[in-house]
């Protein structure tokens, strides 16, 4: 649990510096538009990003690599990039918890769980990089 804790908290700083107070999200549902299995990280470190727009993650798209992703998902209020970090071997999983992402003080709280897989599981030895892309809460 301290880890999950951790990465909480994390993303409660992550979002605060990215400028919700002033972008004017307020409570409602935050949905994960896409996920990949790859996001071109090279870093084992977790990580969030928030795209304003579509230019912002077309962007980051093309330097990442990532064919899957659609730009327009960040049309209107933006998305936000939820990163586990390079893992060595598949079976690594990132979802959102909906019942613990919400809004409180103008600070956006997305609640993340992750999975490892089990140490006796058979996995493919590829490194991948599981990522969510959320569409956060509209509003003014």
Known sequence: MGRLALFAALLAGAASVAGCSFIGWHAGPATVVDRG?????TSQHSAVHYFANEAEFASWIDYRGIREFKPKT?????????????RMTGGYEINLLPDQTHVEDD????GVSWTAPPHY???SQAM?????????PQGQ
């Open 37 to 41: 299995v790859y996001c071109g990280t």
């Open 74 to 86: 960040a049309r209107d209020d933006g998305v936000i990039v939820v990163e586990m970090g390079q």
């Open 107 to 110: 600070i956006l709280y997305l």
């Open 121 to 123: 599981a058979a996995i």
């Open 128 to 136: 991948n990089s599981p990522c969510l892309v959320i569409k956060p």
